[in-house]
């Protein structure tokens, strides 16, 4: 830690010895502890209570097997994880990803950003996040099916509309959704909408939902600018992936009025000077479910680019919406050289520390994932809300209702750090307000 304070130190080291190996859950648990030293300074109860200590332990974390057949007949074996991180200001939320990746400490350093974005939108809505390290890549619908039917069986016994709400993330979308929704309904005999949220718009989805987080990082970049004075008018954009999350940045970038000229999958990154076809996108990536290449290959102003970086290529705004830890140092270096001026976070934990140091010296203003891309859990928020009152509102209204969310947690993320002696310090704003709401909740609910 950079300048330790003696209890958050050990806090950290706790952290470290607790859950060895987990790298990137020590790397979100410092990002948050480091930003609460001047808190704890001003606000001793937080640590004589040990609100911190108890927040960095998850309240519960379920690991399981699932076994499941693929079309071969072969039994396949995945891991399940649930790790249901903290209910002080709600029922567990956070996404459910798919990936090989997966891993306990993944899971919990998403479980653990997820309490403060959650605690940010204002909204009640506690902490978790979920996932197997199965890869759907190159599976049937019918393979994704049983495996979904598989997660659930037994993961269901630990969700319900007051208890944990999952949702998305990588590698899970509508379809995942339904069988996972599916199987859940099929076990408990109930018809719970309420337990999750990503759903269809026909089976007690929310409009806007599938377009939440990236549009609402764009919102979030959009309140970046105004405070300068400036607008998204003929800016040069690249949002790295081209998952859901990408998608809708570049859709709601190009109505600002700014231009995407990158996008990228993990094969590479296409170029395309005259602004990502958006549509042509979809129709790649939702539709067919191809790789960003075949973009490339219908699109005669773009060319593919297997080696190097998106990064590469000179930009003003830069969105990493694809997966963590995707930016490091090197990208920084080049981003900076090639005049970028705003960083936000659509992934969780896209930037590396050396990179936020990077643009941090540099001057480059850098939104988090727990502020930038919190419009998603919001919106799936306003999901259960028209559940619980079996409703279901307009496109304009919910969009309206994104929009007015972003601009409360960037102007909130603004005004605490202002209150805390960091101006301009999106990050440490963003971890104090989010800290702040769920320790004082904490507090008032005893120990627990
Ligand atoms: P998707 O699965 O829809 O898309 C992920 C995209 O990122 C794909 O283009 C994928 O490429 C790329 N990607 C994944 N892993 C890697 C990797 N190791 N290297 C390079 N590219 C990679 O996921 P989402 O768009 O839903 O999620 C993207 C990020 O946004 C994640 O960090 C997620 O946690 C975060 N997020 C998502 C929310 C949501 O509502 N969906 C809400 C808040 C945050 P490929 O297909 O080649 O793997």
Not at 106 to 133: A, R
Not at 190 to 216: D, I, P, Q
Request: charged residues 25%; hydrophobic residues 35%.
């Amino acid at each position: 830690m950079s300048h330790p304070n003696e209890t958050l130190r050990d806090i950290y080291d706790e952290v470290l010895r607790r859950n060895a190996g987990e790298a990137e859950f020590h790397q979100a648990a410092l990002e948050v502890l480091e930003s609460l030293e001047t808190v704890v300074t001003k606000h001793p109860e937080y640590t004589d209570s040990q609100v911190i200590r108890r927040l960095v332990e998850p309240e519960r974390q379920i690991i399981f097997r699932v076994p499941w057949v693929d079309d071969r007949g072969v039994v396949q074996v995945n891991r399940g994880f649930r790790v249901q991180y903290s209910s002080a200001l709600g029922p567990f939320k956070g996404g459910i990803r798919f990936h090989p990746s997966v891993n306990l400490g993944i899971v919990k350093f998403l479980g653990f950003e997820q309490i403060f974005k959650n605690s940010l939108t204002g909204l009640p809505i506690g902490g978790g996040k979920g996932g197997s390290d199965f890869d759907p890549k190159g599976r049937s619908t019918g393979e994704v099916m049983r495996f979904c039917q598989s997660f659930m069986t037994e993961l269901h016994r630990h969700l319900g509309e007051y208890t944990d709400v999952p949702a998305g993330d990588i590698g899970v979308g509508g379809r995942e959704i339904g069988y996972l929704f599916g199987q859940y309904k099929r076990i408990t005999n109930r018809y719970e909408s309420g337990v999750f949220t990503g759903k269809g718009l026909s089976w007690g989805g929310s409009r806007v939902r599938t377009e939440a987080t990236g549009y609402g990082t764009v919102y979030f970049v959009d309140e970046m600018l105004k405070v300068r004075g400036e607008s998204f008018d003929g800016k040069r954009v690249l949002v790295s992936g081209s998952g859901n999350v990408a998608i809708y940045a570049i859709e709601k970038v190009h109505q600002l009025g700014g231009i995407v000229i990158g996008c990228s999958d993990s094969g590479g990154y296409v170029h395309d000077e005259a602004g990502i076809d958006v549509e042509l996108l979809k129709e790649v990536k939702d539709v067919r479910r191809g790789r960003i290449s075949e973009y490339a290959d219908l699109r005669p102003s773009a060319s593919f680019v297997a080696q190097g970086s998106l990064w590469d290529l000179p930009c003003d705004i830069a969105l990493p919406c694809a997966t963590q830890n995707e930016l490091d140092g090197d990208h920084a270096a080049t981003l900076i050289r090639g005049g970028v001026s705003i960083v936000a976070e659509g992934a969780n934990m896209p930037c590396t520390r050396v990179a936020l140091q990077a643009f941090a010296e540099a001057g480059v203003r850098c939104a988090p994932g727990k502020a930038a891309n919190a419009g998603g859990v919001a919106t799936s928020a306003l999901e259960m809300q028209q559940n619980a009152a079996r409703d279901s509102w307009s496109f304009e209204h919910t969009e309206e209702r994104l929009e007015e969310i972003m601009r409360g947690i960037h102007d909130r993320c603004l005004s605490t750090a202002d209150e805390y002696g960091l101006p301009g310090n999106y990050a440490a704003g963003a971890n104090i307000a989010g800290f702040i709401k769920v320790a004082d909740a904490m507090l008032a609910l005893g120990v627990i």
